[in-house]
């Protein structure tokens, strides 16, 4: 049994998730800012589908991606050179997100339901949320967003709707995050494409560690829309 949380109840700690299935901490509560700020800090995310309660996790081990030890292949920094598109940060926030809510091949739904869509919407206005897009001819290719406190970078989903699109806004949002002091990018789950581009996972224990000395970094919010990006040499 996982505990059911009212509007204004702490969440339960993190020890306690269930290992099957892996992480799930608590349902209920509300998509609040303030709600999910606190559960970021605490390395907890919200992950449910349609007609579900709000689902609270906290999985061990954890995925993460240091971004010093991001990844770029010699056929992915020609790509990055080659220079036929355009990143930009927090120019279409509304629209990564939809992006990463459509449907995709082999998958029933989707995750990111409209609850969702205007729980994060919220934190993009607050400052807290970010998008990164790849733009090609002029349209929105593909993209990423999350959201940022501290020194952490927590990742919540990707997309892409051209090769490699999703991997060069990873890229430039690695690029900004090492220009501007930020630590580790939280990537959650396990996938191979992830592992690929040098994510790995730790034990919850040291995650949680990570972020007691990685959240408290001074930064305030703010839009992240005079970013650039210029590729780094090849680090494969």
């Avoid at 306690?16 to 892996?22: F, G, Y």
């Avoid at 997100?97 to 998958?107: F, I, S």
């Avoid at 090492?178 to 992830?194: G, W, Y």
């Amino acid at each position: 049994m996982i505990p059911w949380l009212e509007r204004d109840a702490p969440f339960p700690p993190i020890q306690s998730a269930l290992k099957h299935p892996n992480g799930l901490l608590a349902a209920g509560g509300d998509l609040s800012p303030e709600r999910l700020l606190e559960g970021y800090r605490r390395g907890i995310f919200p992950w449910f589908s349609e007609g579900d309660p709000i689902f609270w996790w906290s999985p061990d081990p954890r995925m993460i991606l240091y971004p010093e030890e991001f990844k770029i292949s010699r056929s992915f920094a020609k790509t990055l050179r080659n220079r036929r598109y355009t990143v930009r940060f927090d120019s279409a926030f509304g629209e990564v997100m939809a992006g990463c809510a459509a449907p995709r091949r082999g998958e029933p739904g989707t995750w990111i339901t409209g609850r969702m869509l205007g729980a994060y919407a919220s934190l993009h206005r607050l400052g807290y949320a970010h998008s990164v897009e790849t733009w090609i001819d002029g349209e929105l290719a593909g993209g990423l967003y999350g959201v940022a406190i501290g020194q952490v970078f927590f990742g919540e989903s990707m997309f892409s709707r051209a090769r490699d699109a999703s991997k060069i806004a990873l890229a430039a949002l690695v690029a900004h995050l090492e220009s501007v002091d930020f630590r580790l990018i939280d990537c959650q789950m396990r996938t191979r494409h992830l592992e690929s581009l040098g994510a790995r996972e730790i034990p919850r224990r040291r995650f949680s560690r990570l972020l007691e000395e990685l959240i408290h970094y001074p930064r305030s919010p703010g839009s992240w829309s005079g970013a650039s990006f210029a590729h780094e040499p090849c680090r494969s």
